[in-house]
């Protein structure tokens, strides 16, 4: 942790040690890490690409662990900036303000941008999706861009537990698209053979498929001749559905400020105002209730 914020935190940076510091060290593990993924990185292959015995790395950093929640950290500082998506501050009113104004009507399109940061910087250093987990130490970057994204979602009128989950929601997408980006690659590489070149090898498998007549159909309709991006598609989905929910909690919410307040008489229609405490009135007036009571003990006689 104190490597982690050390900057944040206003500490002291463990001090150069022969044109040795840690600044370089997470650099050159970054690099190693974009050309071999996170197998290929050790604490050896550090210290050779910087010309130092593997020992001097360790006076600067306790292990390979610790390296990479640094190296994570580090690259995270490539999606900050003075402003961009995610930076608008909520509207005032809360949620208590209209629909379409609370936080800002842009909340789908500055999502869509930080989950569009996300995915480009896991393109560029795939190695994030492979050290997912749950028990990562974030460091100032990565709570930074977390920050932004709930900022994204925080004016939208969902209560604090959604936020989190959307946000959530959203971040696990992302890592998901880039975790299969990742294993492409990473196939491709081991074999020296692309996607393409391998399943054209396969090509026999396919006429397996005419005793399946959905997959058939779709294929001659060229449904797999020009793919959807995975990426594009999903992110598009995903948001219809956070966007399906803040309209319906809005609409929920409005039907709660507004119930009850002008309701109608059972029997005759009238409108009844909702007194300022107790239950509602059902009726407009004791003659009312005393037909509603006539009528009802009619019914039960019959």
Not at 108 to 128: C, D, I, M, Y
Not at 182 to 194: D, I, L, N, P, Q
């Amino acid at each position: 942790m104190e490597l982690l914020w050390r900057d944040a935190d206003g500490g002291a940076r463990r001090g150069a040690r022969q044109g040795l510091d840690l600044d370089r060290i997470v650099r050159a593990a970054v690099e190693l890490a974009d050309a071999e993924g996170l197998a290929g990185l050790s604490m050896r292959k550090v210290a050779d690409r910087l010309g130092f015995t593997t020992m001097s790395l360790y006076r600067h950093v306790p292990g390979r662990d610790q390296l990479v929640e640094l190296m994570r950290d580090a690259v995270l500082a490539e999606l900050a900036g003075p402003e961009g998506a995610g930076d608008e501050p909520p509207a005032r009113g809360g949620a208590h303000a209209p629909a379409g104004e609370r936080g800002s009507a842009r909340w789908r399109e500055r999502l869509e941008a930080l989950a569009r940061q996300g995915w480009e910087l896991r393109r560029r250093h795939p190695w994030l999706a492979e050290g997912r987990g749950l028990r990562h130490l974030p460091g100032p970057n990565a709570v930074a861009y977390y920050e932004r994204m709930l900022a994204a979602v925080a004016g939208t009128g969902l209560p604090p537990s959604e936020v989190l989950a959307v946000v959530d929601l959203v971040g696990r997408f992302v890592d998901a698209e880039a975790l299969v980006f990742v294993e492409a690659a990473e196939a491709e590489r081991r074999s020296g053979v692309s996607d393409e070149e391998w399943w054209d090898a396969r090509r026999s498998l396919f006429e397996r498929f005419e005793r399946f007549p959905t997959i058939t159909r779709l294929w001659e309709q060229g449904g797999y001749d020009h793919p959807e991006d995975s990426f594009t598609f999903g992110l598009a989905r995903l948001l219809d559905g956070i966007e399906l929910l803040v309209r319906r909690r809005s609409g929920a919410e409005e039907r709660d400020e507004t119930r009850d307040e002008t309701s109608v008489c059972r029997v005759c229609g009238t409108p009844v105002e909702r007194p300022p405490s107790g239950r509602p009135r059902a009726y407009c007036s004791p003659a009312c209730r005393q037909r509603a009571y006539r009528e009802r003990r009619a019914t039960e006689g019959a």
